[in-house]
């Protein structure tokens, strides 16, 4: 079973509008991270935001913030006001443990932002 | 600070062929990885270092070699290149120090096999 689900293989919106990346995860350790990264056309790998297991309140980074739902183990990301810079791909990713060490990706989702 | 710095860039190599793809940080991040990515997919570990002289499996180790004999360097070595291996290789480094203990990417080192 896949550990990282991100069922959306492409989003578009229009600039300045909000958008959701969904992502669900699949883990029986009650210590885990959840983390964004953005993969631009040029492909480096940027970090963007991080919620830990036993966080109470959502993380917000900017304009990310992510809608932390233990029960359903779902980790979506919003993206507030996009920008044509926010076109790029978006994967969700876990880290097991506490001192767990790699992180298991989703194969990620499309994000096109027009203007 | 450099970050984590990937060689070379782009390579071609013919199946059969030997390659190491270099991969140095300069922040004295304790743990590295490699993973590689494969066409509109996620990445994949390969092989990871908590520390010098500690390596060990990932996902996807077959056809692959690392070592790490220095806390800055982390070479993988790929023998007898194969068309399966044509992917994009990252090396990540972290440390259990760092706020929330993220991984920090170089750019990448793009990996055809004909």
């Known amino acids: 079973a896949q550990k990282i689900t991100q069922t959306q293989p492409g989003m578009f919106v229009q600039e300045k509008e909000a958008v959701t990346l969904d992502c669900t995860y699949d883990?029986?350790?009650?210590?885990?991270?959840l983390f964004w990264y953005k993969q631009p056309s040029s492909g480096e790998m940027i970090f963007l935001i991080y919620?830990?297991?036993?966080?109470?309140q959502n993380a917000t980074e900017g304009r990310y913030s992510l809608n932390f739902q233990k029960a359903r183990k779902s980790a979506n990301l919003v993206i507030s006001a996009s920008q044509l810079g926010d076109s790029a791909m978006y994967f969700c990713?876990?880290?097991?443990?506490?001192?767990?060490?790699?992180?298991?990706f989703g194969k990620g989702t499309t994000l096109s932002v027009s203007s | 600070n450099a970050g984590v710095t990937q060689t070379p860039k782009f390579r071609i190599l013919k199946i059969g062929q030997s390659m190491t793809l270099q991969c140095t940080q300069d922040?004295?991040?304790?743990?590295m990885y490699w993973y590689r990515q494969d066409p509109g997919m996620g990445l994949k570990l390969i092989y990871y270092?908590?520390?010098?002289?500690?390596?060990d499996k990932g996902e996807v180790p077959n056809g692959y070699n690392v070592s790490r004999s220095t806390t800055e360097d982390f070479p993988l070595r790929l023998e007898l290149a194969a068309p399966s291996q044509t992917s994009v290789y990252f090396c990540?480094?972290?440390?259990?120090?760092?706020?929330?203990?993220?991984?920090?990417f170089g750019p990448g080192t793009r990996l055809t096999v004909l």
């Open positions: 922040m004295n991040h304790n743990y």
């Open positions: 883990t029986s350790d009650p210590s885990y991270g």
């Open positions: 270092s908590v520390g010098a002289g500690i390596t």
């Open positions: 919620q830990g297991s036993y966080d109470q």
């Open positions: 990713a876990m880290r097991e443990g506490l001192r767990g060490t790699a992180l298991i």
């Open positions: 990540a480094s972290s440390t259990q120090g760092a706020r929330y203990n993220e991984q920090f």
